[in-house]
């Protein structure tokens, strides 16, 4: 799955989702558990073997230390909320991430925000 598709489908959930940490977490270590995508196409490798930490998904969707993790390196990076207001109620705030520039996203959830445009900060990296 490529950047711009896990982006496209962070924007659309609507909580955190351990399935798109894998799918970010994949994308991020191409050659993770034993995979790798050759002009879109997923084979079997056996170079760059890696398994992540207690064989455990970091929580991208979930934890702002783990969303930090897809930053590209020295990118300059900015989150905050749409809202400063005190009438707006908790959970219906949103965030929004600002990765390099001009990749903006906005989310309910801080850490999915700050995903969603470090992947699209990626892509214009590559």
């Known amino acids: 799955m490529s950047h711009e598709q896990i982006a496209a489908m962070l924007e659309r959930i609507d909580r955190p989702s351990r399935e798109l940490d894998g799918a970010i977490f994949v994308a991020l270590h191409p050659t993770a558990y034993g995979w790798e995508y050759v002009n879109g196409e997923r084979r079997k490798t056996t170079k760059g073997l ?45 965030y929004y991430a600002s990765v390099g520039s001009p990749k903006f996203a906005e989310h309910n959830y801080a850490a999915i925000a700050l995903c969603i445009a470090a992947l699209r900060a990626r892509i214009t990296q590559t």
């Open 50 to 94: 890696f398994v992540c930490e207690n064989n455990a998904v970091p929580l991208y969707t979930a934890s702002l230390d783990a969303a930090m993790r897809p930053l590209p390196d020295g990118v300059r990076w900015k989150l905050g909320r749409v809202s400063e207001s005190n009438r707006v109620p908790k959970f219906e705030q949103q």
